[in-house]
């Protein structure tokens, strides 16, 4: 739960950038709800470690930022081709070395570009509904100090009950009954293929897909890469036609699994698939509710709960891409050229980002080359 209620507004923002109708915002939910049962649920029955997966939050914020009036078809076609390169990632070993050798710094700041400009509509947020935003902002960082991992979870059911209390919800506001998934037959188009697709897949290698395995070896297993990459590629493909963007490995969730308030028995926590597959399948179910609530909160809330939410990842991002002192220049150059929001000949700001910081740093290395 507290993975699904950190994130899902910024689930929603992604759906929204890219045209999606209420019930399609609803599949899209619904989708990766499924996606995340299903896929963890094999893998972790059938290597008896838990792997759990998760939806792209980067990848959903890039999404957002990097549409460039894209249409939802060409976006599920642009899904399809990430979730494609995901499942070949392991099985094509020039292709796998090409991505290895973007520097981890170039990859942490696209990604702290992407998620700054979130973060950044906070203020404004407060500004716009101080007697909102004001009280999720100090609630936030209080919890951030005592129990870090609950604060957006309680901040998303606090803006909820204020948005509520204060009749911001109208009389016939929300419905419950069960999710349909709606199919949209997806398109490909060039241009939304390299300003949302590459670097889709991209993000979510460099902040899913890595550090998820890292959490997972750092806890004594040995997960299986490939298959793990196959299975939540092959996922992505599927689902993307009812709107899911990214099933990938899990990181934070993976660290609460892993340890031993899971099960005292490192062999027996790849039980927590069961629970998982019931409780996503339950939330899927019900994603048409989940999208109704939270799509009728005022804009100022919304952009500020989701700016609170990925908080934490944009400092990830720039420790990272600030890391090692002889990248900081072609770090700082690919985090500014993603903040900008550029769009050119229709793709996006986190591909030119991306592009950017690349030919710099290989012109760099070339001239330590020839000066050694």
């Not at 689902?239 to 099960?263: E, K, Q, R, Y």
Request: net charge positive; charged share 10%; proline share 7%.
């Amino acid at each position: 739960m507290c993975g699904f209620a950190s994130t899902i507004l910024v689930i929603m923002e992604a759906a929204r950038a890219v045209g999606a109708s209420p019930s399609q915002q609803a599949s899209w939910a619904a989708a990766l709800c499924f996606g995340m049962a299903i896929t963890s649920f094999i893998l972790s029955v059938r290597y008896r470690m838990p792997i759990i997966t998760a939806w792209s939050t980067p990848g959903a914020a890039l999404i957002a930022t990097s549409t460039s009036g894209a249409s939802y078809a060409n976006a599920l076609g642009a899904f399809v081709v990430a979730g494609v390169l995901m499942a070949i990632c392991e099985l094509i070993k020039p292709f796998e070395k090409a991505i290895e050798k973007i520097p981890a710094s170039i990859a942490a700041a696209m990604l702290a570009g992407v998620l700054f400009h979130y973060c950044l509509g906070v203020p404004g947020a407060a500004l716009a509904m101080p007697q909102f935003v004001l009280p999720l902002i100090v609630v936030f960082f209080a919890l951030r100090l005592l129990i870090p991992l609950y604060a957006v979870p309680v901040i998303v059911v606090l803006g909820v009950a204020l948005a509520a209390f204060s009749g911001s919800f109208a009389g016939n506001c929300c419905s419950l009954g069960l999710t349909a998934m709606e199919w949209t037959t997806p398109t490909f188009d060039e241009r939304t293929i390299i300003g949302i697709g590459v670097p889709l897949f991209l993000v979510t290698m460099a902040s899913q897909n890595l550090p998820g395995f890292a959490v997972l070896r750092a806890s004594g297993y040995q997960p299986p890469v490939a298959p793990c990459l196959l299975v939540t590629g092959i996922g992505s493909v599927l689902l993307a036609p009812f709107g899911s963007h990214a099933v990938n490995m899990a990181a934070i969730t993976a660290s609460i699994v892993t340890g031993p308030d899971c099960h005292p028995d490192p062999k027996k926590r790849w039980l927590v698939a069961w629970p998982y597959l019931i409780l996503y399948g339950l939330i899927g179910l019900a994603a048409a509710s989940f999208v109704q609530i939270l799509g009728a909160l005022p804009s100022p809330l919304i952009t500020a709960i989701a700016g609170l939410a990925l908080f934490s990842p944009l400092m990830g991002g720039l420790s990272a891409m600030m890391k090692e002192p002889r990248d900081i220049e072609t770090a700082l150059v690919t985090f500014l050229v993603t903040a900008s929001g550029i769009s050119i000949a229709g793709i996006g700001a986190a591909f030119w980002g991306l592009m950017a910081g690349i030919v710099l740093f290989a012109a760099r290395h070339v001239r330590d080359v020839r000066r050694a």
